[in-house]
């Protein structure tokens, strides 16, 4: 779906303690499998080559249903949204989309700001770690 190549982990539990001992950003993207901007976007994600390589360097975590943990939903829970974690644990409130009133989501048309906000995670993780 979102890059076959990748390597994904299994749960929340277990993106966290590899992002910790890795040293690697987490991304998380939560969508749904029914939502046609979720799928929207997996589709361009998945096809921008640029994007498939820089998510190599990140540990990921796909979700399709919601979390009970709060710090995954700073600003409520739609669909598709992404967030960074560094690797000390911490959403990376400084790395948002274009939206005010949904700081993660992301559309098919930012997939140049996401591929940017990959570049800041792991720029921030050089400067700050």
Known sequence: GWGDQLIWTQTYEEALFRAKH???????IH?????PHSQALKKVFAEHKDIQKLAEKFILLNLVYETTDKNLA??????????????????RADITGRYSNR???YEPSDISLLYSNMQKALKLLKTEL
């Open 74 to 91: 700073p600003d409520g829970q739609y669909v598709p949204r992404i967030l960074f974690i560094d690797p000390s644990l911490t959403v």
């Open 22 to 28: 890795s040293q690697k950003p987490l991304m998380i």
């Open 31 to 35: 969508h749904l499998e029914d939502c």
């Open 103 to 105: 700081l993660y989501a």
